[in-house]
């Protein structure tokens, strides 16, 4: 009988997994990267929504550079197979979109660790997740990302007078009149993902 019941158990869990509510208009309105709380509900959406592409813009250029050494590369395409694999193994962590933020507590300067429970029909799941602040600019021409790269904030901004000023290397043969659009600051990625979550109220 205890078979059983945990069977129902696992299969109730997966059935939640699996019926994920879409996001919303505000949902996909709130996307963005500029907090770690952003970017978690920003992963969020994209689970909801089953859209890859998002999910994998929200992870941190170490992680990728991690997940190639042990994947042989860790282009979009390979996140989806990753994906496709991981859920498959452990249906419930698509739960994940479902949970919400109990805490965030700095690990050190530029990481943060977001701790978020899930509320299921039988108790709470709680886990953990690592975020790193990633400092960047982009140049855009017209709708093409013309230049981008990841920077030492204190390198290209600097305060000049009462003005931030900003200054990036133009590609070869770029004049600065072409570029229609510049980017640059902190955005907050995901450095990883947790184990299965695990039961309890408190933290992981």
Do not use: N
């Not at 902190?186 to 450095?191: L, Q, S, V, Y």
């Amino acid at each position: 009988m205890r078979a059983l019941a945990y069977a129902s158990l696992l299969s109730a869990w997966a059935l939640g997994a699996s019926c994920l509510s879409a996001p919303e208009a505000e949902d996909w309105l709130a996307v963005g990267f500029r907090s770690p709380e952003q970017t978690f509900r920003a992963f969020q959406t994209g689970l909801r929504a089953g859209l890859p592409d998002l999910e994998y813009r929200c992870l941190g250029a170490d992680f990728k550079r991690r997940a190639a050494g042990e994947f042989g590369g860790f282009s979009l395409l390979a996140y989806v197979e990753y994906r496709r694999e991981l859920f498959r193994q452990q249906p419930l962590l698509k739960l994940a979109a479902t949970a919400h933020i109990q805490s965030v507590r700095e690990l050190a300067p530029g990481r943060v660790q977001v701790v978020a429970e899930v509320d299921t029909w039988f108790h709470d799941e709680t886990f953990a997740v690592d975020l790193v602040r990633e400092e960047f600019f982009e140049l855009w021409v017209g709708d093409r990302r013309a230049a981008d790269d990841l920077v030492d904030w204190r390198r290209i901004a600097q305060e000049e007078g009462g003005e931030l000023v900003v200054r990036v290397p133009l590609p070869d043969g770029m004049a600065a009149r072409e570029v229609g659009e510049l980017r640059a600051g902190h955005e907050w990625k995901i450095d990883g993902f947790p184990a299965a979550p695990r039961s309890g109220a408190g933290g992981p």
